[in-house]
């Protein structure tokens, strides 16, 4: 589901996503580690608030995420 948000809106941020979620803070930032270390994601401070992350998938993980797409067309 994360990543889903993540393609719908490249570039959304951490807040963004526990707004429109219901996983928690804690929960969130786990599944944003695993999704990096996976290759899927990347993600980065936000340039006018540095405390904050946005996240955009990486190549792999637009790969990913169309080939889900397709299996559940």
Known sequence: MV???VAGRPGI???DILT???VS???LSRIMAWHEEAGLVI???MPDDRSSKVAYL???GEKFV???WAVLD
Do not use: G, I, M, Y
Request: no cysteine; proline share 10%.
């Open 3 to 5: 990543l889903a948000f």
């Open 43 to 45: 993600t980065r401070p």
């Open 20 to 22: 429109l979620s219901d």
């Open 25 to 27: 803070k804690a929960s």
């Open 58 to 60: 990486t190549p792999k």
């Open 66 to 68: 169309n080939e889900v």
């Open 13 to 15: 941020s951490f807040q």
